[in-house]
């Protein structure tokens, strides 16, 4: 089991930059890889970034490529998500996933493919 719990959401003006950071606890030795998505009112959740636990290689949404950097400390097993030139499109809940080396889905893309989830926290851009 795994447990997941994110921090760092706010309310940001456009152009502005946010942190995000998600905490793992529990069977975190069977991480494979970690990963953000976010979900607007009346939007499906869609893939931002992840990160591949053991080698560090990252991947991104074409939406925030260049903006967003995402990032793992093995040690503390935490991944964080910062956040630069935010815009108002960006308004959504964020939510940290994992992806365990015993999951049943293959790749670490999608949100299916993820079989943890933490609760999400608020990320809110004004124009």
């Known amino acids: 089991q795994v447990q997941l719990v994110e921090s760092g959401g706010g309310l940001v003006q456009a152009g502005g930059s946010l942190r995000l950071s998600c905490a793992a606890s529990?069977?975190?030795?069977?991480?494979?890889?970690m990963g953000w998505f976010r979900q607007a009112p009346g939007k499906e959740r869609e893939f931002v970034a992840a990160?591949?636990?053991?080698?560090?290689?990252?991947y991104y949404a074409d939406s925030v490529k260049g903006r967003f950097s995402v990032s793992r400390d093995n040690a503390k097993n935490t991944v964080d998500l910062q956040m630069n030139s935010l815009k108002p499109e960006d308004t959504a809940v964020y939510y940290c996933?994992?992806?365990?080396?015993?999951?049943?889905?293959?790749?670490?893309?999608?949100?299916?493919?993820?079989?943890?989830w933490g609760q999400g926290t608020q990320v809110t851009v004004s124009s």
């Open positions: 996933a994992s992806k365990t080396n015993d999951s049943d889905r293959s790749g670490f893309l999608r949100d299916d493919q993820f079989n943890y």
């Open positions: 529990g069977r975190t030795f069977s991480t494979y890889a």
């Open positions: 990160i591949r636990w053991s080698w560090g290689t990252t």
